[in-house]
């Protein structure tokens, strides 16, 4: 198993337009074969950064979705949203 973290910062004023947008890509990706869980947070007192936190099967099935026409299209929502390009880091169990 490994854990995507995914930190986005949403232009001010546009928090809901992005919830909106962020809720159908978790939607989408629900279906996707490797997919576990999500959770998105925002961090407080900053109503502008958001935390994704998503549990996959393994890199493979992640790196799938990653290049994916589904994921392309549903971030086609998201990506003018956000002040800066999303940062991606990919965890997986200490040994």
Do not use: C, N
């Not at 997919?35 to 947070?41: A, I, Q, Y």
């Not at 086609?76 to 169990?93: F, G, S, V």
């Amino acid at each position: 198993m490994i854990k995507v973290i995914i930190e986005r910062r949403i232009m001010p004023g546009l928090e809901d337009e992005y919830e909106q947008a962020a809720r159908e890509v978790m939607r989408v990706s629900l279906g996707v074969r490797g997919f576990v869980s999500g959770e998105t947070l925002a961090q407080q007192g900053h109503t502008d950064r958001r935390l994704m936190i998503t549990k996959w099967r393994d890199l493979r099935a992640w790196k799938e979705w990653h290049a994916s026409d589904a994921r392309a299209t549903a971030m086609q929502r998201i990506l003018p949203l956000l002040t800066e390009d999303e940062t991606i880091r990919i965890y997986e169990a200490g040994y």
